[in-house]
């Protein structure tokens, strides 16, 4: 889906990242991931739904060996400001007990996500634990967020896309646009 095949829908507005500045971009951080991770394994850890598109992109762009495995937690439910409660739908898989960890996510808002998740799985005796955003809204921030990677910090708007959504749609958008605020104010 990309955008000719949106125009009719009111609710998305213009393109705010095209599908080759997030390409570029992922590119970029993958490379500086593969030297800081020279010689040692790799844990990468998505954080569903949010996260498929960029952990799918950028796991093959990191062109090393890595293991893959997935989380879900929520806190926005159907709108579009946190609820503030982070709930586990589905918990890792894999024992971090000794292993690097990097957190793969498409968006840091509020930062309450995060916050709880790396806190979370810094408890589990990890060697170490860094976190990989695409997204980062620095004026939305309300908890404090150490992030090694950053992709592209936005203004304080809802986007969707390339694994954000709206009410569970516009995931599968290439790019990245802003939601028209009418959609949900
Ligand atoms: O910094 P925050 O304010 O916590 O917001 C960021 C989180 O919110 C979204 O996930 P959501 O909980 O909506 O679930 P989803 O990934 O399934 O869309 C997004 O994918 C991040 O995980
Ligand atoms: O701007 C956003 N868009 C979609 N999902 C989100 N989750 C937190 N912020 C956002
Ligand atoms: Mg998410």
């Not at 971009?25 to 949010?50: C, H, N, P, S």
Request: charge should be negative; proline fraction near 2%; glycine fraction near 6%.
């Amino acid at each position: 889906m990309d955008a000719s095949q949106i125009e009719g829908d009111l609710a998305v507005d213009q393109t705010f990242l095209t599908e080759q500045q997030i390409a570029d971009r992922l590119a970029e951080m993958a490379a500086e991931i593969r030297r800081d991770y020279e010689g040692q394994d790799l844990l990468l850890v998505g954080v569903l739904k949010g996260a498929v598109m960029v952990m799918a992109d950028l796991a093959r762009a990191l062109d090393r060996d890595v293991e893959m495995d997935w989380m879900a937690v929520s806190s926005y439910g159907s709108g579009t400001t946190s609820s503030g409660v982070v709930r586990i739908l589905k918990d890792l898989d894999a024992d971090l007990t000794g292993r690097h960890v990097l957190i793969v996510e498409d968006i840091i808002d509020s930062g309450l996500t995060l916050s709880w998740l790396t806190s979370n799985l810094r408890s589990r005796k990890p060697a170490s634990v860094e976190i990989c955003a695409l997204l980062r809204k620095p004026d939305a921030l309300q908890m404090a967020v150490d992030v090694r990677y950053v992709g592209f910090d936005i203004p304080n708007a809802f986007v969707v896309g390339y694994g954000l959504d709206y009410d569970e749609r516009y995931r599968n958008l290439r790019q990245i646009a802003t939601l028209a605020p009418h959609v949900y104010s």
